[in-house]
């Protein structure tokens, strides 16, 4: 049975979604943008009879609070540290699998390092962690890394539309009538909360952040070598095939899937990834 929740994590409201028995192996499903833990819904049931399952919302996303800009400090460090406490602190939980796509994989990796023995293993969707899985669809952000001014301010502001949303569920994907309208509707709908655009534009001009960040996640894998299965969709405007790839340089026992999809593979693969958790990991 899936259950959904709320917890007070240092003063704020994050939702989550529970499922499985608690004594079961646990998995941490981290969402990517401009998504939610809404993105694991056909996941969730396939795997709670075999795992404890959460998936919580960030701050700013979803279901869970979203401060202004003025109130709160919308970076992937503040981000990774609500959902670590949150696993930790207010759910106990002791050790865990991660499963990272797109934002969720700098949210994840902090935590990993961070925790090194507490990760039992990684699933990688279109979660990136290597400078050459940084594609093309990251092109009209690097002037506004380098320099954030109105005007390319304006320009990234397209990310943030109904047109873009729907592009990162369709791009690439074999048959877009197995595309629930639902998925870029639902996500649509929490981006255009009022004050819900500036909290994204902090996060976009933050992501670069994450790059610097590299070195230390790969040291982390090259070490602990963490069961790792990747199940990426190799049409991905964002994230490249190499990136896919270059895990196995670090991890060369990870099982590497390259499928015939785009950047939300869970939408119109989810049966295949779900088979493939439950083999390599229950």
């Known amino acids: 049975m899936q259950s959904f929740q709320y917890a ?13 028995a608690k004594e079961s192996s646990a998995i941490v499903l981290l969402h990517g943008f401009p998504s939610s833990s809404h993105m694991f819904r056909a996941l969730i049931p396939q795997l709670a009879g075999k795992f404890h399952v959460i998936a919580p919302d960030y701050i ?8 202004r800009v003025s109130e709160f400090e919308y970076t992937f460090d503040n981000l990774a540290t609500y959902v670590d406490d949150l696993l930790f602190n207010v759910l106990g939980l002791k050790k865990f699998s991660i499963y990272v796509q797109d934002y969720g994989a700098p949210i994840g990796y902090r935590i990993a390092f961070k925790h090194q023995d507490a990760i039992e293993g990684i699933i990688v969707q279109n979660g990136n962690a290597y400078a050459e899985g940084i594609g093309d669809g990251f092109d009209p952000l690097k002037p506004y890394w380098a320099n954030r001014t109105p005007e390319n301010e304006a320009a990234v502001r397209s990310v943030l539309t109904l047109q873009t949303t729907t592009f990162q569920y369709t791009h690439g994907v074999k048959d ?45 894998f090259r070490t602990k070598q963490p069961r790792t299965l990747i199940v990426w969709g190799k049409h991905d405007p964002f994230f490249t095939v190499e990136g896919a790839q270059a895990y196995l340089r670090d991890i060369p026992m990870a099982d590497l899937n390259l499928l015939d999809t785009g950047h939300f593979a869970l939408e119109d693969s989810c049966d295949f990834i779900a088979q493939k958790i439950v083999s390599s990991f229950a």
């Open 176 to 220: 877009v009538r197995r595309i629930s309208p639902d998925s870029y509707t639902f996500d649509q709908h929490f981006l255009d909360r009022p004050g819900n655009d500036a909290i994204q534009l902090n996060l976009l001009h933050n992501y670069q952040a994450n790059l610097t960040h590299y070195d230390e996640w790969q040291t982390f």
């Open 60 to 67: 700013g996303f979803g279901y869970s609070d979203a401060p």
């Open 8 to 20: 007070t994590v240092s003063g704020l409201k994050m939702f989550y979604r529970e499922a499985g």
